[in-house]
């Protein structure tokens, strides 16, 4: 079969267009130990397309512009400890939503936060 996307990329990536997408690309390296895999800036040094590995998966980030405003989103995203993942996120300003719990019926531990820019982050880690 031809190749018609990147090796090692899902067919659906979430697109995040942030103000100050370097900030945002900085806080998912230290929170979810993203790679960059490729980066793409404008003359002015501003993020005009990144692209982030996170465990398997990988998202798009860009810096607004006048014909790209910021947007909001939320994402959701298994992690190996998401008491670990959840502390890192804490420690660097995310906003808490809710701790990580596990509830009755639940094979999940979940919790959840917004980053600065806005964006809702719902981790989890299967526990059962």
């Known amino acids: 079969m031809k190749r018609y996307k990147p090796k090692n990329y899902n067919s659906l990536s979430p697109y995040l267009i942030v103000d100050n997408a370097q900030k945002l690309v900085d806080l998912l390296i230290i929170i979810f130990e993203a790679k960059v895999l ?41 992690v190996t400890d998401v008491f670990e993942t959840f502390h890192k996120a804490m420690e660097n300003g995310c906003v808490l939503i809710e701790k990580p719990i596990s509830k009755s019926g639940d094979p999940d531990t979940r919790g959840s936060f917004y980053d600065f820019a806005g964006n809702y982050w719902a981790i989890s880690t299967q526990t059962n």
């Not at 980066?39 to 512009?65: P, Y």
């Open 38 to 78: 490729r980066r793409f800036d404008h003359e002015n040094g501003k993020i005009a397309h990144i692209e982030l590995q996170l465990d398997d998966s990988v998202i798009m980030i860009s810096d607004s512009t006048e014909s790209y405003e910021a947007n909001k989103t939320m994402l959701h995203i298994y």
